[in-house]
């Protein structure tokens, strides 16, 4: 993670879709808006009609809803959820077209070859969205040693977001590896018909931090083995 050192690799450079595992980046750009200040934990931000309108994993924002930052940064992190990825990238950039601007300017100036975005949530898109496997872990990397909270939010198995109201809601991780092995603590599950399962993992053991990245597995099964053996 560190060093960036390739250790293991195979058809690291194909451009494949994503999926939610695009949301690294977004929460890459989300992280280093919190360290400039531009968003706190505990600030609230509104819910737009556009936000709320998002399909696909999500916390059933309605409009006009007030969240804390904090509780959208753990419902990307932890349920992947695109309603909450909007609602913050609207509130860094304005729109989520803005912000996507930013993402592939951020792809640029991290040398990513084989990187475009064209949404920030990794919600199936007509127009050219994709990685590759190295392009990923660098970016994995990048978000794992500027922002390591990141890791904080993402090695929770579940969590409540709207606690001590009628409705709270059970955040559950999509990434069930950090339930069965705890040293691994991140970082983003990608799902959609055309990208099939996808993972960007993390664990730290004996003071070396690794990544892995798996994409276009057919089974959750292959998923998880490949992820284990690497």
């Given at each position: 993670a560190n060093t960036k050192t390739v250790l293991k690799q195979s058809l690291s450079d194909a451009r494949l879709?994503?999926?939610?595992?695009?949301?690294?980046?977004?929460?890459l750009l989300i992280f280093e808006a919190i360290e400039e200040g531009r968003l706190t934990l505990n600030q609230e931000l509104i819910c737009s009609e556009y936000a709320a309108?998002?399909?696909?994993?999500?916390?059933?924002?309605e409009v006009g809803e007030k969240m804390?930052?904090?509780?959208?940064?753990?419902?990307?992190?932890?349920?992947?959820?695109?309603d909450a990825t909007i609602v913050l990238a609207e509130a860094i950039s304005g729109t989520e077209?803005?912000?996507?601007?930013?993402?592939?300017?951020?792809?640029?100036e991290l040398n990513l070859k084989n990187t475009i975005y064209a949404n920030a949530?990794?919600?199936?898109?007509?127009e050219k969205h994709f990685t590759s496997a190295?392009?990923?872990?660098?970016?994995?990397?990048?978000?794992?040693?500027?922002y390591p909270k990141v890791l904080e939010y993402s090695s929770l198995y579940e969590d409540y977001i709207r606690k001590d109201t009628p409705k709270q809601f059970w955040l559950v991780n999509t990434n069930?590896?950090?339930?069965?092995?705890?040293?691994?603590?991140?970082?983003?599950?990608?799902?959609?018909?055309?990208?099939?399962?996808?993972?960007?993992?993390?664990?730290?053991?004996?003071?070396?931090?690794l990544i892995s990245?798996?994409?276009?597995?057919?089974?959750?099964?292959?998923?998880?083995e490949k992820t284990l053996e690497l």
């Open positions: 879709e994503m999926a939610s595992m695009t949301k690294v980046m977004s929460l309108s998002k399909g696909g994993s999500q916390i059933f924002l804390k930052v904090d509780d959208l940064v753990k419902s990307v992190c932890i349920a992947s959820a695109n077209k803005t912000f996507v601007e930013r993402m592939n300017q951020k792809a640029s949530t990794g919600l199936p898109i007509s190295y392009d990923m872990a660098i970016v994995a990397s990048e978000i794992i040693n500027k069930k590896l950090i339930k069965t092995h705890p040293e691994i603590d991140g970082l983003k599950t990608g799902w959609t018909e055309a990208a099939r399962y996808c993972l960007t993992a993390t664990q730290e053991k004996n003071g070396m931090r990245v798996v994409m276009g597995s057919n089974t959750v099964k292959d998923r998880t």
